[in-house]
């Protein structure tokens, strides 16, 4: 089992950057695949980016590519979200997730119903 905390969110103009941190503790953190998502008021939970327990592969939504990139520390059970070049549409509560991929190493999912554990999220707000 695995608790995820998420940190680093905020109010940020147009265009700005923040990087966000999901710290993760319990057991052997390298062992899950890893994921941000976000949900805006009104909205559905939609997925932002993942990355595979090695590290090696990442996947980015299509809304995201080329501003965004995740990252992981296993030394540190730590992941984060850089973000670049915010746009207002960004506003969200963002939510680290994890899950275990079994025996593959290099598997990301897409779907919010894949991962496992949760943590509580962090807002980020853009404005113009």
């Known amino acids: 089992q695995v608790q995820l905390a998420e940190s680093g969110g905020g109010l940020v103009q147009a265009g700005g950057s923040l990087r966000l941190s999901c710290a993760a503790s319990?057991?052997?953190?390298?062992?899950?695949?890893l994921a941000w998502f976000r949900q805006a008021p009104g909205k559905e939970r939609e997925f932002v980016a993942a990355?595979?327990?090695?590290?090696?592969?990442?996947r980015n939504a299509d809304s995201v590519k080329g501003r965004f990139t995740i990252s992981r520390d296993n030394a540190k059970s730590a992941a984060y979200l850089q973000m670049h070049s915010l746009k207002p549409e960004d506003t969200a509560v963002y939510y680290c997730?994890?899950?275990?991929?079994?025996?593959?190493?290099?598997?990301?999912?897409?779907?919010?119903?894949?991962?496992?554990?949760w943590g509580q999220g962090t807002q980020v707000t853009v404005s113009t």
């Open positions: 319990g057991r052997a953190f390298s062992s899950y695949a």
């Open positions: 997730a994890a899950t275990n991929p079994g025996s593959s190493s290099f598997v990301t999912y897409v779907g919010p119903s894949q991962y496992t554990y």
């Open positions: 990355i595979s327990r090695n590290g090696v592969a990442t």
